[in-house]
């Protein structure tokens, strides 16, 4: 009896060494112009969100590497994830006044 319950002590060390791990992630979330919100509403909310150490948004200035699609759009969306992935941590949220949403779709791919 003894030398069956070492046989499955070791069987079952043996299983938990090769068994997948579970683990327990964020999803990950993107933070975009809500396409309901107002051209007003985004200018707004993209001119706060790009105010002082906010959202790093040199990168849509002109000729700059997100410059393209020149939209209101696009530019409120790249001005609110870079808000949003940089203070969501700390309490930061993705609301902008109610002129951003989240997302779990990666919009570089849309």
Not at 54 to 76: F, V
């Amino acid at each position: 009896m003894e030398t069956l319950m070492a046989k499955l002590m070791v069987l079952i060390l043996f299983l938990s060494m090769i068994a997948p791990k579970r683990v327990f992630t964020e999803y990950e979330q993107w933070c975009i112009a809500d396409p309901q919100s107002s051209d007003d509403e985004l200018q707004a909310a993209l001119n706060w969100a790009c105010g002082s150490e906010g959202a790093d948004c040199s990168k849509i200035q002109g000729n700059q590497p997100s410059y393209y699609p020149n939209t209101l759009k696009d530019h409120a969306s790249y001005a609110f994830n870079s808000y949003f992935q940089k203070f969501k941590h700390r309490g930061g949220s993705c609301f902008f006044r109610g002129a951003a949403i989240t997302t779990e779709a990666d919009p570089s791919k849309f």
